[in-house]
């Protein structure tokens, strides 16, 4: 029964992907898109995102199969602060769609609990973290550093124009 559950969820996730796909091909040209989602961190402080264990997630996606699922995320050189804009607008695009995905699962996640499935629903709730909030999490989080990264190449500009 809980190896039913399981891959009944795991293609329900997969599904979730599809839709956040969709879902952002729809948003990104709205306003809200640009002004609200492009700037959206549901965890502001990085300690939180360590300790709910976002580094080991880091690391899986790195060193397994995951890391051919986006290969525009995929960094085989140095990345240029040329490059950073687009590298952070992929990361959005994979973010915002993988939060559509996450909200895509909990109407399924509902009714299980409405029908009293409380295993399916704890099962389904699990892979919906691992395969859509985790993934939304890690790339606010790699946000985070880019945007990090942009405001230090930025500082320095200003004093490296004054010597010229």
């Keep these: 029964m809980v190896l039913k559950y399981f891959t009944f969820s795991l293609s329900i996730a997969f599904i979730s992907w599809i839709i956040g796909i969709m879902a952002n091909a729809l948003l990104v040209s709205t306003q809200f898109y640009k002004t609200r989602l492009t700037n959206l961190f549901l965890i502001r402080n990085e300690w939180l995102g360590r300790m709910i264990g ?6 899986i996606v790195q ?10 995320l995929s960094m085989k050189k140095r ?3 040329s490059e950073l804009d687009s590298l952070r607008q992929e990361m959005t695009v994979a973010e915002i769609g993988h939060l559509c995905g996450f ?15 409380w295993l399916f629903a704890l099962i389904m709730m699990l892979v919906n973290i691992l395969m859509n909030l985790y993934p939304l999490l890690l790339q606010q989080d790699n ?22």
């Design 63 to 72: 060193n397994s199969f995951f890391k051919y699922f986006n290969p525009k």
């Design 103 to 117: 909200l895509f699962v909990l109407p399924f996640v509902g009714a299980k609990l409405f029908k009293g499935d």
């Design 79 to 81: 990345i240029r602060p």
């Design 54 to 59: 976002l580094d080991a997630f880091r690391w």
């Design 143 to 164: 946000k985070r550093r880019i945007d990090r990264f942009r405001e230090k190449i930025r500082s320095k500009q200003p004093k490296q124009q004054v010597r010229a």
